[in-house]
T-cell receptor
Framework: AQSVTQLGSHVSVSEGALVLLRCNYSSSVPPYLFWYVQYPNQGLQLLLK??????LVKGINGFEAEFKKSETSFHLTKPSAHMSDAAEYFCAVSPSGSARQLTFGSGTQLTVLP | DTGVSQDPRHKITKRGQNVTFRCDPISEHNRLYWYRQTLGQGPEFLTY????????KSRLLSDRFSAERPKGSFSTLEIQRTEQGDSAMYLCASSSGTGLVEQYFGPGTRLTVT
């Protein structure tokens, strides 16, 4: 069984400030971890993923995330927020080893203030 | 690569009516997934196909829901005797079966049951 907890349903940052979106997971097997972004009335776009290997993964639009097994975390960061980053962000987990169903967190709405 | 497409994008129906949604995956992707997303929540897994075989179904998929992928290409999701609780965004995703684990999402079909 797997689950994902995203701490903070709403996060506000100023333009140019650090973005930190938190994700903790629970998985009975080694997980694959993902961050997706969703703009209003659109589907989900993959930002980055962790499968194996390097625990710091870089994604699109300047985002990165670090897999910390001891903390069961996969927090998403970006050094400098841009207005275009305003969207909803979802962390997701799937069992490793195959392309299986994703279990999503409830999402974090990111607001970027001018 | 034209991406995952879904039709229609919006559907308004009266309670008790049947509705059918279509998903066209990325060509050559042999895995296809359906998710449901309600307001303020992350997507929830409904069902999964590998080629034409339906391999997993969530307990969320009641008897009123049926999904098919007859030729291993496009898929349909039918909801019979719709209820107001069925109002949601229905998302389709596809993935390759060659070891790549990321799922690519379509724009979704927003269903409103009145």
């Amino acid at each position: 069984a797997q689950s994902v907890t995203q701490l903070g349903s709403h996060v506000s940052v100023s333009e140019g400030a650090l973005v930190l979106l938190r994700c903790n997971y629970s998985s009975s097997v080694p997980p694959y971890l993902f961050w997706y972004v969703q703009y209003p009335n659109q589907g989900l776009q993959l930002l980055l993923k962790y499968t194996t290997g390097a625990t710091l993964v870089k994604g699109i639009n300047g985002f990165e995330a670090e897999f910390k097994k001891s903390e069961t975390s996969f927090h998403l960061t970006k050094p400098s927020a841009h207005m275009s980053d305003a969207a909803e962000y979802f962390c997701a987990v799937s069992p490793s080893g195959s392309a299986r169903q994703l279990t999503f967190g409830s999402g974090t709405q990111l607001t970027v203030l001018p | 690569d034209t991406g995952v497409s879904q039709d229609p994008r919006h559907k308004i129906t009266k309670r008790g009516q049947n509705v059918t949604f279509r998903c066209d995956p990325i060509s050559e992707h042999n895995r296809l997934y359906w998710y449901r997303q309600t307001l303020g929540q992350g997507p929830e897994f409904l069902t999964y196909f590998q080629n034409e075989a339906q391999l997993e179904k969530s307990r969320l998929l009641s008897d009123r829901f049926s999904a098919e992928r007859p030729k291993g290409s496009f898929s349909t999701l039918e909801i019979q005797r719709t209820e107001q609780g069925d109002s949601a965004m229905y998302l389709c995703a596809s993935s390759s079966g060659t070891g790549l684990v990321e799922q690519y999402f379509g724009p979704g079909t927003r269903l409103t049951v009145t």
